[in-house]
């Protein structure tokens, strides 16, 4: 039997396998998750309290052209031992806005909406009821 390639790339480990090593059972040992493996899939905040940056709930933002702004202004709000949590993070959130302004594209600003109502709602109910007559006069 061939025997199969195993390779090595910084954490992965790659195996190429040949026909004949399938057709034998596998012999494989599953290793229980290490939960300090900083390469292990987290949510936003790590076992150990610390901001996960690479969280894909960030979206993004811990790396674009404001990362670092975002950054200042998340960790500040994070670690906030104020009453009012974050009131203290004013000017890391004043600084990251006064960043994302610089790049539109990037970071659209949302538009308040408003509730928008027709100038004149008669006109459309008038128009309506007249195509209701209409349709019955002409069954």
């Known amino acids: 039997?061939?025997?199969?390639?195993?390779?090595?790339?910084?954490?992965?480990?790659?195996?190429?396998v040949t026909k004949e090593d399938h057709e034998t059972p596998s012999n494989a040992e599953l290793v229980a998750d290490d939960p300090n493996d900083p390469y292990e899939e987290h949510g936003l905040i790590l076992p150990n309290g610390d901001i996960n940056w690479n969280c894909p709930c960030l979206g993004g933002m811990a790396s674009g052209p404001c990362g670092e702004q975002f950054k200042a202004a998340f960790s500040c709000f994070h670690y906030s031992k104020e009453d009012v949590k974050g009131s203290d993070c004013?000017?890391?959130?004043?600084?990251?806005?006064?960043?994302?302004?610089?790049?539109?594209d990037l970071y659209p600003q949302e538009e308040e909406e408003e509730e928008e109502?027709?100038?004149?709602?008669?006109?459309?109910?008038?128009?309506?009821?007249?195509?209701?007559?209409?349709?019955?006069?002409?069954?």
């Open 117 to 139: 109502q027709p100038a004149d709602p008669l006109p459309e109910a008038a128009s309506e009821a007249s195509a209701t007559k209409e349709a019955a006069a002409s069954s």
């Open 90 to 104: 004013v000017d890391q959130f004043r600084a990251m806005q006064e960043c994302m302004q610089k790049y539109p």
């Open 1 to 16: 039997m061939a025997p199969s390639v195993l390779q090595t790339l910084g954490k992965d480990r790659i195996i190429f």
